[in-house]
């Protein structure tokens, strides 16, 4: 791992735990003994360390899901393994990192929902068609609009609600994904979650 890659993964933890607006890059240089030249040198700007941090973020999720999706056959169970490690990874951010983005970072809150938007289109979708296409849902699902009204914005509503302060993970996981689905699933395959 370059240096670059460590002050990444160390800013990244910094800003999941605190927020964005409390680290400085100051901060930043200070914790790793550089100077703000240096720093600068890396990351053009906070904004442009956000991004990136954001990026690897992501990044990190999606090599989850990749290996979900090339371990189990079912996409339902592809679904449910997906957002029950979505809800983990969730639970262990603190709200005030994705409300400061939203706030403060407007360039990196856009490549946050851009991610978001790839979830949907290139995962989430098509997996919900697929399990149309294996008949393990309805065929009048409309899936854009299941999406929105029960995925598209997990984790705000997770925070939202202080769903980690009152139930468990697996709470969460039943409330907001597998009785979600058990209300699209088919009669004949309504005993498989």
């Known amino acids: 791992m370059d240096r670059k890659d460590e002050i990444l993964e160390k800013a990244l933890d910094h800003f999941l735990k605190n927020g964005s607006k409390v680290i400085t890059m100051d901060d930043i240089a200070h914790e790793f ?4 030249k240096t720093l600068y040198s890396l990351f053009e700007n906070k904004e442009a360390l ?35 490690i979505a809800i983990q990874n ?27 938007v790839f979830m949907f289109e290139k995962v989430v979708n098509p997996l919900l068609e697929e399990a149309r296409d294996q008949k393990l849902i ?3 699902v409309d899936i854009d609009f299941f999406h929105k009204i029960n995925f598209e914005d997990i984790d ?11 139930y468990s993970i697996q709470e969460a996981i039943d409330y907001f994904i597998i009785l979600k689905l058990k209300g699209i699933i088919t009669k004949d395959n309504f005993d498989f979650i």
Do not use: C
């Open 50 to 84: 956000l991004k990136e941090a954001v990026d690897l973020l992501w990044n990190n999720f999606l090599q989850d899901v990749n290996i979900i999706k090339n371990n189990e056959d079912n996409p339902l169970s592809k679904i449910i393994s997906i957002y029950t």
């Open 33 to 36: 003994g550089l100077s703000k």
């Open 156 to 166: 705000e509503k997770l925070w939202k609600y202080k769903i980690f302060e009152k």
């Open 138 to 140: 309805r065929a009048n």
């Open 90 to 116: 969730i639970s262990t951010i603190n709200p005030i990192f994705l409300f400061s983005l939203k706030k403060y970072h407007h360039d990196a809150m856009g490549v946050y929902e851009n991610y978001k």
